[in-house]
């Protein structure tokens, strides 16, 4: 059986500090640097600060791209079209209220995950040293 060094695992032969991944991982879901928790993520909704403000860590190394909006309509479509199913069923409302309702329901859920999950994607990169994160080029 094949054993992994962290080496292997943290991205590189360079002896770095361990990058704890749930932790890193929630840090970005607060919208803060994952490197220190303190330091804001974002300086617009979706524009990652290139460096952190308060511990000096890179963070224009993230490439989130579409995985974050994936990630959301996974979350809400699966939310929302329960809520739905569930309308529908005990016929709280009629057939257009529930639409509108849902509409809603799902548009600002979106709206509400959107920086959170695109949090989460850049800490968990950071944590795993990825894309120029750890030191080396992609």
Not at 51 to 70: K, N
Not at 85 to 107: H, Q, R
Not at 118 to 132: D, E, I, N, S
Request: proline share 4%; aromatic share 10%; hydrophobic share 45%.
């Amino acid at each position: 059986m094949q054993q992994f060094s962290e080496t292997a695992v943290y991205g590189g032969e360079d002896n770095e500090s361990h990058r704890p991944l749930m932790q890193a991982a929630r840090r970005g879901f607060a919208k803060k640097c994952p490197a220190c928790g303190k330091g804001e993520l974002f300086e617009g909704f979706l524009k990652v600060r290139p460096v952190c403000e308060s511990c000096g860590e890179e963070l224009h190394h993230h490439r989130a791209d579409d995985l974050p909006a994936y990630l959301n309509i996974l979350v809400v479509g699966h939310v929302v079209l329960g809520a739905m199913m569930v309308l529908m069923k005990w016929e709280f409302f009629g057939m257009w209220t529930t639409m509108f309702i849902t509409m809603a329901v799902a548009i600002l859920a979106a709206w509400a995950l959107m920086q959170p999950l695109k949090g989460m994607v850049v800490g968990t990169q950071w944590a795993l040293r990825m894309h120029g994160f750890g030191g080396h080029d992609d």
